[in-house]
T-cell receptor, first 114, second 113 residues
């Protein structure tokens, strides 16, 4: 199975600033996904990031707020822009491995906005 | 995407068998049933996946009736370390759509000594 590294693992940020979260996978993957998990809640998909194309955002999430980069098959970034306390969540990167129906997740980034 | 319904929470004691049932009445022909486990401050971890009948691995068993409208995750002889949230997901691999699995609310399992 793939190893997924996320950085930072946690951060405390001032409102109005932006944070970029990095996701590094130890193998090439076509599909990468970014999820948000608010405190005590389930996971909500933010967007799908495929290399070589624009990210596809789910309803309620927009590119201006959550710009995503996918420069190659092993790396992606998610930026949380102009943060407010409502953005305090765990942000998770996940991938789909070839031949596997399901996700493999990173350990997440715990973001607190003050 | 098939919607899933699970109990919000369950309590158990060490050494007991725990069965968590998930309803997915509108499951599609190509959909698989997948269960994840999530500990606090960690990403979800794959437990088991199945299409029909019974699947067993070193961690759990998954029972799926013939109509596939529900499934039951069975954890044998749970320990305190099995305290976690368990998610049932239903979906199929779709290279174009991407989001082939949607997370429901999950079941919060508390194992007591």
């Amino acid at each position: 199975s793939a190893v997924i590294s996320q950085k930072p693992s946690r951060d405390i940020c001032q409102r109005g600033t932006s944070l970029t979260i990095q996701c590094q996978v130890d193998s090439q993957v076509t599909m990468m996904f970014w999820y948000r998990q608010q405190p005590g809640q389930s996971l909500t998909l933010i967007a799908t990031a495929n290399q070589g194309s624009e990210a596809t955002y789910e309803s309620g999430f927009v590119i201006d707020k959550f710009p995503i980069s996918r420069p190659n098959l092993t790396f992606s970034t998610l930026t949380v822009s102009n943060m407010s306390p409502e953005d305090s969540s765990i942000y998770l990167c996940s991938v789909v491995l070839t031949g596997f129906i399901g996700y493999t997740f990173g350990s997440g980034t715990r973001l607190t906005v003050v | 995407l098939a919607k899933t319904t699970q109990p919000i929470s369950m309590d158990s004691y060490e050494g007991q068998e725990v069965n968590i049932t998930c309803s997915h009445n509108n499951i599609a022909t190509n959909d698989y049933i997948t269960w994840y486990q999530q500990f606090p401050s960690q990403g979800p971890r794959f437990i088991i996946q199945g299409y029909k009948t019974k699947v067993t691995n070193e961690v759990a068993s998954l029972f799926i009736p013939a109509d596939r409208k529900s499934s039951t995750l069975s954890l044998p002889r749970v320990s305190l370390s099995d305290t976690a949230v368990y998610y049932c997901l239903v979906g199929a691999l779709n290279n174009n759509a991407g989001n082939m699995l949607t997370f429901g609310g999950g079941t919060r399992l508390m194992v007591k000594p």
